[in-house]
């Protein structure tokens, strides 16, 4: 079965300071991958999603952006972060053979004072 | 489009009582539809999922759910709460968006509160 790698598990950055926030998928390739951010009360926003190497696409205009530079691996990342940019943030990503499925990592609490 | 509506941000229960999530959804293409737990600070869970299959799903930890077309529903239950199902759970619908890419949207999600 797969599992979903994020670290750090917590974060704390100044306004200003730049980002990565790393995902990693074991046990699969080629899985689509997905960057979410929840917040209290609001569900999940899906932020980006990945389909392949270097194939991003972006759901929401914001301070953020990601990349893939291998097929297990999904970064997550900013140049100058933003009170806005706390959260919960989540990878998820699916197998091979069952892209309708999503699997989550355990998350990455980010907060930016 | 597809949208996902979970009726009531917070629901409790006393332990040993019957837990009922609600989870209605609209979709324009038939859907599958998925429950997800999540615990303090952690990722989410599959708990189960609706494939087009059998319309009465059995998941982890003793939770089923059962797809009514008719209803657009997709409930939660499971006849007997645990403390340890204290828990947020999160009804998402697979929305197909080209390719091979499909993208789930989910609801605001239900927050269970388990009473001793």
């Known amino acids: 079965s797969q599992t979903i790698h994020q670290w750090p598990a917590t974060l704390v950055q100044p306004v200003g300071s730049p980002l990565s926030l790393e995902c990693t998928v074991e046990?699969?390739?080629?899985?689509?991958l997905y960057w979410y951010r929840q917040a209290a009360g609001r569900g999940l926003q899906l932020l980006f999603y990945s389909v392949g190497i270097g194939q991003i696409s972006s759901e929401v205009p914001q301070n953020l952006s990601a990349s893939r530079p291998q097929d297990r691996q999904f970064i997550l990342s900013s140049k100058k972060l933003l009170l806005s940019d706390s959260g919960f943030y989540l990878c998820?990503?699916?197998?091979?053979?069952?892209?309708?499925?999503?699997?989550f990592g355990a998350g990455t609490r980010l907060s930016v004072l | 489009a597809q949208s996902v509506t979970q009726l009531g941000s917070h629901v409790s229960v006393s332990e040993g009582a019957l837990v009922l999530l609600r989870c209605n959804y609209s979709?324009?293409?038939?859907?599958?539809l998925f429950w997800y737990v999540q615990y303090p600070n952690q990722g989410l869970q599959l708990l189960l999922k609706?494939?087009?299959?059998?319309?009465l799903v059995k998941g982890i930890n003793g939770f089923e759910a059962e797809f009514k077309k008719s209803e657009t529903s997709f409930h939660l239950t499971k006849p007997s709460a645990h403390m340890s199902d204290a828990a947020e759970y999160f009804c998402a619908v697979r929305a197909f968006s080209g390719g091979s890419n499909y993208k789930l949207t989910f609801g605001k999600g239900t927050l269970l509160t388990v009473n001793p």
């Open positions: 046990g699969t390739s080629n899985p689509n």
């Open positions: 998820a990503g699916t197998s091979r053979l069952a892209k309708n499925i999503q699997y």
């Open positions: 979709s324009s293409v038939p859907p599958y």
């Open positions: 609706y494939t087009s299959a059998a319309t």
